[in-house]
């Protein structure tokens, strides 16, 4: 079963607008944590901001921020005041307190432009 | 500062070549992933490592084998490359807890 869902299509921004990716998991732990990458045209896996599932306060990274809505079980990004560098794949991840190794679970991904 | 070294960036195989893909970190992780990643798919996990001397499968295992050299090096090798298994493949690392994985560039692997 997936563990992780981002559903959207691709997105078309406005620049300097902020931006709400979804998404939503699935998990019977009560210890886990989210995570939300980027992964610009170029290739590379650059990680942004952290949830842990008991943390009282929503992560806030610079221009990111998670939506963290528990008993909703979802973890939106959003991004403020949005850049042309943005123009990204971004990928949900999570990590379950079963997996005490690490292991991440990612979705398929959002895709952003960015358009001045 | 280099972090996660995966070689080579790309390579073209026939089908049923073998190959191996290497993966360095610096970073003194005790876990080390492999994941492959395909249009529309996310990441898979391929194998991981847990920690030097252990290696565990992951969603995704079939045809593929691991091997955590040492504490740095975590290599994945393709026995008889099949065209299913063109895609692009990163290696990470991380430490545990709310480390995030630190990926390295990836490997584009095409098998004709």
């Known amino acids: 079963a997936q563990k992780i869902t981002q559903t959207q299509p691709g997105m078309f921004v406005q620049e300097k607008e902020a931006v709400t990716l979804d998404c939503t998991y699935d998990t019977s732990d009560q210890s886990y944590g989210l995570f939300w990458y980027k992964q610009p045209s170029s290739g590379e896996m650059i990680f942004l901001i952290y949830?842990?599932?008991?943390?009282?306060q929503n992560a806030t990274e610079g221009r990111y921020s998670l939506n963290f809505q528990k008993a909703r079980k979802s973890a939106n990004l959003v991004i403020s005041a949005s850049q042309l560098g943005d123009s990204a794949m971004y990928f949900c991840?999570?990590?379950?307190?079963?997996?005490?190794?690490?292991?991440?679970?990612f979705g398929k991904g959002n895709q952003v432009v960015v358009i001045p | 500062n280099a972090g996660v070294t995966q070689t080579p960036k790309f390579q073209v195989l026939k089908t049923g070549q073998s190959m191996t893909l290497q993966c360095a970190q610096d970073?003194?992780?005790?876990?080390m992933y492999w994941y492959r990643q395909d249009p529309g798919m996310g990441l898979r996990l391929i194998y991981y490592s847990a920690s030097e001397g252990t290696t565990d499968k992951g969603e995704v295992p079939n045809g593929y084998n691991v091997s955590r050299l040492n504490k740095r090096e975590f290599s994945l090798r393709l026995e008889s490359a099949a065209p299913s298994q063109t895609s692009v493949y990163f290696c990470a690392s991380s430490d545990r807890g709310r480390s995030p994985l630190h990926f390295g560039n990836g490997t584009r692997l095409t098998v004709t």
């Open positions: 991840a999570m990590r379950e307190a079963y997996y005490g190794n690490n292991r991440l679970a």
């Open positions: 970073m003194n992780h005790n876990s």
């Open positions: 949830q842990g599932s008991y943390d009282e």
